[in-house]
């Protein structure tokens, strides 16, 4: 049964070493068996040469997300690579479960993948962004800072009780 996007089990996070998620991910596919990993990432656009051109990159650099039942036998074999840090833990020292809100938010940006789009946008008349389509639209209230020549948006989100920003791409369709 593929639950990787059940919102209603308990989900927990992993830190990580930035940039290792990935490794750590399939290092634990392999050898941790019985349980579901989400690792959401992003389309990011960045110029190359003055081209744009389409980079994938982790959401929440440094975390990793997992629903199941990690046993110690498997924090140990985590121990033994050098990019596990610690499993996210509570005031009562037991693993958080992350909101199942913010589970259906995360899995309703990544549209039951794992990775965030580019979005569609257009500026009207008062050079305003207006986002047409995509997982920004969504988020469209919560937009802080437009960096048109990168073509990236840069918005808050509630998550763990914290307030964090998120930088996604956008492409430019028209000027509405």
């Known amino acids: ?3 990787s996007c059940d919102s209603s089990l308990p989900w927990h996070v992993l830190q990580v070493q930035s940039g290792q998620e990935e490794y750590v991910k399939e290092y634990m ?3 941790i068996p019985g349980l579901t990993l989400f690792l959401p990432k992003r389309i990011i656009l960045e110029r190359r040469r003055g081209k744009l051109a389409k980079t994938v990159k982790s959401l929440f650099p440094g975390y990793l997300f997992f629903t199941g039942i990690l046993e110690s036998k498997g924090i140990a074999r985590l121990h033994k690579t050098s990019f596990f840090k610690k499993v996210l833990r509570n005031d ?3 693993y958080a479960v992350v ?3 913010e ?3 995360l899995f309703s940006l990544t549209c039951g993948g794992d990775t965030v789009d580019v979005s569609e946008a257009a500026f009207d008349e ?3 962004i207006r986002v047409i389509a995509g997982p920004l639209k969504e988020m469209e209230f919560s937009i802080i ?3 048109r020549r990168r073509q990236r ?3 808050t989100i509630e998550f763990f009780n914290e307030f964090r920003e998120i930088t996604l791409s956008y492409d430019v369709i028209e000027k509405c």
């Open 126 to 128: 008062n050079d305003r």
């Open 145 to 147: 800072k437009v960096d």
């Open 1 to 3: 049964m593929d639950n």
């Open 153 to 155: 948006v840069t918005a």
């Open 29 to 31: 596919t392999q050898n």
């Open 99 to 101: 909101p199942a809100g």
């Open 103 to 105: 589970m259906d938010f």
């Open 92 to 94: 009562k020292q037991e």
